[in-house]
């Protein structure tokens, strides 16, 4: 059985997650010293109302590595967050290494959230659906590249302040009060893609007009201001939707009013 493992920066909802038997490592997350990647997700998302700033780390090579020997009976996919955004990969390529297997594939999502979450999902389906492992790791990059990954953050300061947005990007955002659509470069790093000044705009911007996709998947944070509505509108550009929320991680990134969406 070949096991799907990811990182929290791809959120699935439960039951995806145990009807494919997929692994979510989750990165440490503090407000100060205070370890809080466990807090309850209001709460959390209370406290960065109120100000507070939270940080992440990376997830250790032996975090990895443990999981990775607890699987040591199946071929390992392990799928995850953009190299363009974080190290947490080349922990798994270490730990991979030091366990001397050559049944783990290391996947650079080369995305993050739902794109990261739509990649990993695609992937188990297949798995379970009987794809051998030199098979997945041919399918991992055509899926990927087949991916479109979309979102909208209404305070752009979570992003620059963390790295991943420069300051001047960020600012011009802010100013203006319009909602920048953003996506990732083949490097898997953060660009503008165009602006709106409501969700259904921005839903007709990235959506390929006439097009019926197979997969949508969605992220929205627990003040996002995506409504069922709007929600309503994709339910009739696909085959099958699936909405999760946010986690403590993410939240770090795009703060307390975001959403995004992934299309295959």
């Given at each position: 059985m070949i096991k799907v493992i990811v990182d929290d920066a791809a959120v699935f909802g439960e039951e995806l997650r145990e009807e494919y038997?997929?692994?979510?490592?989750?990165?440490?997350?503090?407000?100060?010293?205070?370890?809080?990647?466990?807090?309850?997700?209001?709460?959390?998302?209370?406290r960065m109302k109120k100000g507070e700033v939270s940080r992440t780390t990376l997830i250790s090579p032996g975090v990895f590595k443990d999981i990775y020997e607890r699987n040591r009976d199946n071929p390992i996919i392990s799928v995850h967050l953009s190299s363009g955004l974080s190290g947490t990969i080349q922990s798994a390529r270490i730990a991979a290494e030091e366990t001397g297997r050559q049944d783990i594939q290391i996947v650079?999502?080369?995305?993050?959230l739902s794109g990261?979450?739509?990649l990993a999902f695609l992937i188990a389906k297949r798995a379970k659906e009987g794809a051998s492992f030199d098979e997945l790791k041919k399918m991992a990059t055509e899926i990927r590249d087949r991916i479109k990954?979309?979102?909208?953050?209404?305070?752009?300061?979570?992003?620059?302040r963390t790295g991943r947005l420069s300051k001047g990007k960020a600012m011009m955002g802010?100013?203006?009060?319009?909602?920048p659509v953003l996506t990732l470069d083949r490097e898997g790093k953060i660009i503008p893609f165009d602006k709106a000044r409501t969700n259904v705009q921005v839903i007709n911007k990235i959506l390929?007009?006439?097009?019926?996709?197979?997969?949508?998947?969605?992220?929205?944070?627990?003040?996002?201001?995506?409504?069922?509505?709007?929600?309503?509108?994709?339910?009739?550009?696909?085959?099958?939707?699936?909405?999760?929320?946010?986690?403590?991680?993410?939240?770090?990134?795009?703060?307390?009013?975001?959403?995004?969406?992934?299309m295959y």
């Open positions: 038997d997929i692994t979510v490592l989750n990165h440490p997350v503090y407000f100060g010293e205070e370890e809080v990647a466990n807090l309850d997700y209001s709460v959390f998302c209370e650079d999502s080369l995305m993050t990261e979450a739509l990954l979309y979102f909208t953050i209404e305070n752009l300061t979570y992003l620059e802010n100013l203006f009060r319009i909602k390929d007009e006439g097009k019926r996709y197979e997969y949508i998947f969605i992220n929205r944070s627990c003040y996002s201001d995506l409504k069922d509505s709007t929600v309503t509108m994709l339910k009739e550009k696909c085959e099958h939707l699936y909405i999760a929320g946010m986690n403590n991680t993410c939240l770090t990134y795009t703060g307390p009013r975001a959403w995004t969406i992934a």
